[in-house]
């Protein structure tokens, strides 16, 4: 990828557009991120209208494939905008980021033309209703179970993997009610003391256990990407063009209900992250770039991480947080790089080379790879 190619506003043939149809949550989880900065509330439902919308697609967006996922606050919260956006652009592909207590409201056509519903957890019950509240997870596995059969796409449980107690068995329960699992360890401090990270490390290496226990798909994201991305290194570099896999850097447009655009949903409050306004109908390439205060181009990660997370990079590397980067981007960085080892001791590529071509393809072109940061 040569520097001009760099510094068009969209590196590649695909865009995503992050849409945030409201600001407003009807759960207090009590780490969430959008919480940082007071954006959570900050703002109400989407305030510009789908022409304005269709203005800024021509101008910025007219040669792209483009995917938009609902977020928020919660997405939910404004069915209308979402059903008329779906109803507007059939041929786009979509994705629902919800914390599931609502998706017994989406009506059917929403749900069958859904590529997936990336419902958010902490892990089972027990777990999500101590963040979430008492009956939350009970109410998301009934709504799961409800919209099921309508769904034209994919489940999958998002988990954010913070509390010390998540074992191997708790993030194993979570199959078969999703179709998929992905997690991503939580990215607030007082997680990672020396207690919690051997614990962690035994939940990972029992997850990795189980995915070459057999040649079937166990279908756990970060571990199929891991996998994909040692087995076919390129398949990790293409689709980001080289950089974060999270598609901060190259091809991710997080849109607020006021129409200012950020790379990353988490770094909205920071002014200087701002990328673009759909209202003003102007955009630039992310700033959220790689720098040469981050380690990643001597870590021994890199091939296959992918700079993880660049909002943990750009904090803690860059903002220079220290406190942050010890306790969150350092750990976090030792669990993917632990991660790594234990699957390479596993041999990966042998396991690949006997698995099933319907394993092969899922492993190397799973859909939900598009939507989430793969690495955790
Ligand atoms: S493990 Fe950390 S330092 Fe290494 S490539 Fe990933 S984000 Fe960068
Ligand atoms: S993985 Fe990417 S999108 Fe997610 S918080 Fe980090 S930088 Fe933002």
């Known amino acids: 990828m040569n520097a001009p190619e760099l510094?068009?506003?969209?590196v590649g043939n695909r865009v995503e557009l992050n849409i945030f149809t409201t600001l407003a949550c009807n759960l207090k989880c009590s780490y969430c991120s959008i919480a940082v900065g007071d954006v959570l509330g900050s703002q109400g439902k989407v305030a510009y209208s789908l022409d304005t919308l269709d203005a800024f697609i021509a101008t910025h967006l007219a040669d792209k494939e483009i995917y938009v996922t609902f977020y928020g606050g919660e997405p939910t919260l404004n069915i209308p905008f979402m059903?008329?956006?779906?109803?507007?652009?059939?041929?786009?592909?979509?994705?629902?980021?919800?914390?599931?207590?609502?998706?017994?409201?989406l009506p059917e056509a929403v749900l069958t033309k859904l590529s997936n519903v990336l419902v958010s957890v902490d892990g089972a019950e027990h777990t999500t209703d101590h963040y979430r509240g008492r009956g939350v997870y009970r109410?998301?596995?009934?709504?799961?179970?409800k919209i099921r059969p309508k769904l034209g796409?994919?489940?999958?449980?998002?988990?954010?993997?913070g509390h010390p107690d998540i074992s191997f068995d708790e993030l194993d329960s979570l199959l078969p009610a999703f179709d998929y699992v992905y997690w991503q360890f939580t990215q607030a401090e007082g997680f990672y003391d020396a207690e919690a990270m051997p614990r962690k490390k035994e939940a990972l290496s029992l997850l990795i256990d189980k995915f070459f226990a057999s040649p079937a798909l166990y279908p756990f994201i970060p571990l199929m990407g891991t996998v994909r991305n040692k087995v076919l290194p390129s398949r990790a570099r293409e689709?980001?063009?080289g950089?974060?896999?999270c598609r901060a850097s190259t091809h991710i447009l997080n849109i607020l209900p006021d129409g200012r655009i950020f790379p990353c949903p988490d770094l909205t409050h920071r002014p200087e992250m701002q990328q673009g306004d759909l209202v003003a109908n102007w955009l630039k390439a992310s700033p959220?770039?790689?720098?040469?205060a981050m380690p990643c181009e001597s870590c021994e990660a890199l091939a296959f991480c992918r700079r993880n997370c660049m909002k943990n990079l750009y904090v803690g590397y860059v903002l220079d947080d220290a406190p942050y980067r010890e306790q969150v981007v350092e750990p976090i960085c030792e669990l993917v790089k632990f991660m790594g080892a234990e699957i390479d001791r596993r041999n990966p590529h042998a396991w690949f080379a006997n698995a099933p071509l319907a394993v092969r393809r899922e492993i190397t072109d799973?859909?939900?790879?598009?939507?989430v940061e793969v690495m955790p």
């Open 288 to 292: 959220l770039q790689p720098t040469p």
């Open 83 to 105: 059903a008329a956006l779906m109803e507007r652009h059939p041929t786009f592909r979509f994705q629902l980021q919800t914390n599931g207590t609502l998706l017994h409201r």
């Open 139 to 145: 109410k998301v596995t009934a709504n799961i179970e």
């Open 239 to 241: 689709a980001c063009s």
């Open 7 to 10: 510094r068009r506003p969209i």
């Open 153 to 161: 796409g994919k489940l999958t449980a998002r988990v954010t993997w």
């Open 243 to 245: 950089l974060s896999q």
């Open 366 to 371: 799973c859909e939900i790879y598009d939507y």
